[in-house]
């Protein structure tokens, strides 16, 4: 199947960008890796009468160090981050190897992958946990949302329609912070069937726990992150993650919920080693 036809702008810079969104009343869709919006394009899912390219917009492509934090512009590719040498932040380069192989990572963005929303990708997940901002360009100029609160469910997020993902802020980890990602797929380059994020950053007075591949967003696990923060991998057990589990995700089915319990305690676990 082919997609329905459209036009194709390439805007100058992000306000013709935000522009010419504005400008369409729903009718227009940013176009960033065309990793997932190409296929739902040709599968006719989607049928924006205007794609407006922001893959190409040099302040969307830059990874810049601003001391406390790095900032990576919406438009940066997944290989980007995997090649950038992000000093405090080398975790980044950690979740983008692992997504999908390396023609997917060429061309999908970070920015298309946090719009797009998918439940069981990877930014959406890591972000959060790594208390990560979001930085938005609308009409009405910039805002900012944590991580966390970006993703509304399945395919859904904070984003109206004449709104763009322009970069994202990641805090620098301290010297001392302890890491731990970990996602169960059946093939290397699919998507997981579960996944989690552990961050404990004592110096920064951050205890982040997070799973992903859910049905809607990832969710946190506060109480066991607390936990962990105060006795570490003791507070890590079948029992503590299934009760932890059960309050975020209640209802999910029994083989899910094994994968995702052995999914937080490995990522706990590699967090420790
Ligand atoms: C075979 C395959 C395997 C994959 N495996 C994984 C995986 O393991 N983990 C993972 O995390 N991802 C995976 N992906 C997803 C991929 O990594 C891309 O991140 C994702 O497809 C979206 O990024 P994109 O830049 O291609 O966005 P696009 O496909 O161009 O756009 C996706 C959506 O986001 C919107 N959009 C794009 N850019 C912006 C922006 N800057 N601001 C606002 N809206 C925007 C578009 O309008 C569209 O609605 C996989 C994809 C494929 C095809």
Same mark, same amino acid.
């Given at each position: 199947?082919?997609?329905?036809? #459209?036009?194709? !702008? ?8 935000? *522009?010419?969104?504005?400008? @369409? ?15 739902? !394009? ?12 922001? @893959? ?20 940066? $590719? &997944? ?6 040498? !992000? ?28 719009? &797009? ?7 959406? !997940? ?6 990560? $901002? ?7 100029? +910039? ?8 993703? *509304?469910?399945? #395919?859904? $997020?904070?984003?109206?329609?004449? +709104? ?14 302890? =890491?731990?990602? =970990?996602? #169960?797929?059946? *093939?290397?380059?699919?998507?997981? +069937?579960? @996944? ?8 920064? *007075? ?31 057990? +079948? ?35």
């Amino acid at each position: 199947m082919k997609a329905a036809a #459209f036009e194709y !702008l390439k805007p100058q810079d992000v306000p013709g960008a935000v *522009k010419a969104l504005a400008g @369409s009343a729903g009718d227009a869709k940013p176009l960033g890796g065309g990793q997932s919006l190409g296929p739902m !394009l040709n599968l006719r899912l989607a049928r924006p009468k205007l794609l407006v390219d922001v @893959s190409r917009l040099e302040a969307m492509r830059t990874i810049e160090d601003k001391g406390a934090f790095w900032r990576i512009g919406g438009a940066v $590719t &997944h290989s980007a981050i995997e090649d950038a040498n !992000l000093a405090g932040c080398t975790v980044m380069s950690d979740v983008a190897r692992n997504i999908a192989y390396r023609t997917i990572r060429n061309r999908g963005t970070i920015g298309g992958s946090l719009a &797009h929303a998918d439940p069981a990708a990877d930014w959406p !997940l890591a972000l959060p946990a790594l208390a990560a $901002t979001i930085v938005i360009a609308g009409p009405a100029g +910039e805002r900012s949302v944590p991580a966390g609160k970006f993703m *509304k469910g399945a #395919f859904a $997020t904070e984003l109206a329609e004449d +709104e763009l993902v322009v970069a994202v802020e990641v805090p620098k980890l301290s010297p001392g912070a302890r =890491w731990g990602y =970990w996602k #169960f797929c059946r *093939k290397t380059g699919e998507f997981p +069937e579960a @996944s989690a994020a552990m961050l404990m950053d004592p110096e920064r *007075k951050l205890a982040r726990l997070w799973v992903g591949a859910l049905d809607g967003a990832p969710q946190s696990l506060d109480a066991l992150a607390a936990d962990i923060a105060m006795r570490g991998t003791q507070a890590v057990s +079948e029992t503590s993650v299934s009760a932890a589990l059960d309050l975020a995700v209640p209802g999910q089915e029994p083989v899910s919920r094994r994968l995702h319990v052995t999914a937080v305690r490995r990522a706990v676990q590699k967090g420790f080693n």
